[in-house]
Structures are given as structure tokens and as C-alpha cells.
């Protein structure tokens, strides 16, 4: 098969991860006969300095005509004091929606090898972490409207958080269909008991839970769910929940799986061209120092293959890998832990290529 791909590197240890993520993927090509063209894409603050603009149109319209867009990360201190709408997250924003990929995939799942990792006790590991957030990713209140301006000789800010039922039944409908194919237990995670979006949330929840009652629906509110992810994660099959509770919960779920590093996400929306990233931001701190982790991204490659590109086997392949080099006990740092082989962003990548084999 012949697939194009729109690249975004991005800021920070975006172009490092994502290096990694193209030399697996020409791997996979290799071996199973397909082709892969790429094309590169500026979005962030690498764009902002090359273009004055964080996403501009013609970048936009790579991704929207490609088969798929594999992105690293974007952001870094050096664009913070630009204003709002310029910064290196509104183009990720603009991406999302221009896209109009409107669910947002998170896995929260431990791997064996990685389980002390996890800053949780070791009996609550035991019991089994293995979940998925499913996040309303266009909508709610980073697409609301923002402004900042005087009232009564100070400056008031205002975030609109809304949702119409058109929105919420959508995203629903992804969180009942992800939960049929895996343990049919969904938790919609909400604010009812003080948000009118909440309540109009749950309502659509439980209107849709009667056309999927092979399906068990249960609610939580959103603070609780914070807490219950710690206690017991064992609890949680699919989550769906609106944006930015989404964005606060998956890095939570990530943290007990070990790392934030090890996360993929895919976001897709109604066609089958998806957005796939890695949850975890642009780190500059660590950037072009070979010590990021690249296997989020990696697995989001796979996801990419999975979901968009009808690849199950390549994209199992991928999975195995990775599996693989984590038995032989290789880590990045930030999953590195006693009696294990540290190794940098570069040479896991390599690890992880030569364990790709054709089944
Ligand atoms: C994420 C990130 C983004 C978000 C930022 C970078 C805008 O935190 O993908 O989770 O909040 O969605
Ligand atoms: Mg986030």
C-alpha cells in the first residue's frame, strides 16, 4: 500500500522522537511492501519563527489532504510571551479542529516490564492497569470564547466552557463503541454537581446507554475519577469524558503506568485521516540531548498503521518490538530503573528496528 504522511517534528524533542518514529516506520515498509511518502510540516514555534504563524493555512491543508499526520510535540519557554492566539498550542488547537478529529484515543496501560515504574503500591499494580481515555478533543472550553479585559478598574478573564448535544452524543457514541470491543464497562467522567455542560453531558450519556445495553454505563464526577485512578485503576475500562477533564486525566493516567513517555494517543474524526502524537509535551529542558523517550511516539506510529491505515499486523509488529527491547531490559531515563541498560533516544530507536520482523 502506498500512504502519505504529513510530518510534524515541532519544537523541543519533537524532531528527535519523531526521527525515530520515521526510521521504524521505513522499517515496516521494508518488510511488508509498502510505501510510506512524507511530508514535512511546519506547526509551532519552529513556525512561528519561520512564518510569523504557529499553524499556517497551507500547513494546515498538507495535513487535511494527507492519509495521516504523525506529529512529535510543540511549545517551549522560548514562545511563551507571545499572546494567546499566536502561541506554539494554538496551532495544535487549530490542527485539532481543522482536522476535525474530535475524539481523542489515550491508553493508560502498564507494561509488565515497567511495572516498578509506577509510583503506585505494588498491590495496586498487581490488580492490573490497563484503560483508555477517550477525550472530546475540539470542543468545550479551549474552543470557547477567550478574553481579558477591565471591569471595575481591574482585569477580569473569561473562558466560555459549552457543548451542544450534537458534540457530547458524538464523543459518546466513540466511548460506547470503544468499550463494546473491549470490557463493555464505560465510565463517563463529569462535573454535573456544579456545571450545566455536565448535566447536558450526562443526560445525552444516558440517552445514548439505551441504544448499547450490552454496554454498562456508570458516572463519575471528575474529582473523584482524579482520586479513584490512584486508588484503584483496576476499576476503569474506557473513560469518556469532555476535553480538558480529558487533558488532566490522561496525564494522570499516564504517571502510574510509569511514564508519560510511553503514551500514544490518535485523535480521528469522521474520515479515516487521523492526527497520532504522543501525549507527553516538547520537554525542552532535555531537547537534543538523545536522552527523550521515543517510544510514545513510536507506538503512536503504530497506532497510525492500526487505525487509519488498516495495518493490524504491522502495527503488532511495532508493539512487539518495543515489548521486546523492554524484556532485553533497555530503558530511557525516564523509565529506567535498577539492574536495567540506559540507553539514549537514538539507540532505543535502533533497538526497537532491529527486533521488526515479519511474523
Ligand atoms: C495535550 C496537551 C495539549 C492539550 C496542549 C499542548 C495544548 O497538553 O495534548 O494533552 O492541552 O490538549
Ligand atoms: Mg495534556
Redesign the pocket.
Known amino acids: 500500500m502506498t500512504k502519505n504522511i504529513a510530518v510534524i517534528r515541532g519544537d523541543g524533542i519533537g524532531p528527535e522522537i519523531v526521527e525515530q518514529a520515521l526510521k521504524v516506520l521505513n522499517k515496516v515498509a521494508e518488510i511488508y511492501g509498502h510505501t510510506f511518502n512524507y511530508t514535512d510540516v511546519d506547526m509551532g514555534g519552529c513556525a512561528i519563527d519561520k512564518w510569523g504563524n504557529p499553524l499556517p493555512e497551507e500547513m494546515l491543508k498538507k495535513c487535511v489532504e494527507s492519509d495521516s499526520v504523525l506529529l512529535g ?3 517551549g519557554e522560548k514562545w511563551n510571551s507571545v499572546p494567546g492566539d499566536m502561541r ?3 496551532g ?2 487549530r490542527l ?1 479542529a481543522g482536522m476535525g478529529v474530535y475524539s ?1 484515543n ?1 491508553p493508560a496501560k502498564i507494561w509488565k516490564q515497567l511495572a516498578d515504574a509506577s509510583p503506585l503500591k505494588k498491590e495496586i499494580v498487581d490488580k492490573g492497569i490497563d484503560f483508555i481515555i477517550v ?1 472530546e ?1 475540539i470542543g468545550g472550553i ?1 474552543f470557547g470564547e477567550h478574553k481579558t479585559d477591565e471591569e471595575n478598574g481591574e482585569k477580569k478573564a473569561v473562558d466560555v466552557l459549552a457543548y451542544t448535544e450534537s458534540e457530547i452524543e458524538r464523543i459518546g457514541r466513540i466511548g460506547f463503541e470503544t468499550a463494546r470491543k473491549r470490557n463493555k464497562r464505560l465510565c463517563s467522567v463529569e462535573k454535573s454537581n456544579v456545571l450545566d455542560s455536565s448535566r447536558l453531558w450526562k443526560a445525552v450519556m444516558h440517552r445514548l446507554a439505551e441504544e448499547y445495553p450490552d454496554v454498562e454505563l456508570s458516572d463519575m464526577l471528575v474529582d473523584n475519577c482524579a482520586m479513584q485512578i490512584v486508588k484503584n485503576p483496576a476499576q476503569f475500562d474506557v473513560i469518556v469524558t469532555e ?2 477533564f ?2 488532566i486525566l ?2 494522570e493516567a499516564s504517571m502510574i503506568t510509569g511514564s508519560i513517555g510511553m503514551i500514544p ?1 490518535s485523535s480521528l474524526g469522521a474520515s479515516s485521516c487521523g492526527l497520532y ?1 504522543p ?1 507527553h ?2 520537554a525542552p529542558d532535555i531537547a537534543g540531548m538523545d536522552i527523550a523517550n521515543p517510544i510514545g511516539t513510536i507506538l503512536s506510529a503504530a497506532m497510525m498503521l492500526r487505525y487509519s491505515f488498516d495495518m493490524p499486523e504491522e502495527a503488532d509488529a511495532i508493539e512487539n518490538a518495543v515489548s521486546a527491547v523492554l524484556d532485553d531490559g533497555f530503558r530511557t531515563a525516564d523509565i529506567m530503573s535498577d539492574g536495567c541498560k540506559k540507553v539514549g533516544c537514538c539507540e532505543m530507536g535502533k533497538l526497537i528496528i532491529s527486533k521488526l520482523e515479519r511474523k
Do not use: C, F, Q, T
Open positions: 510535540a510543540v511549545g506554539p498550542e494554538k495544535l488547537l485539532r481523542n489515550r477525550r478533543l479551549y476535553n480538558m480529558g487533558d490522561s496525564d494517543s502524537e501525549i509535551g516538547s
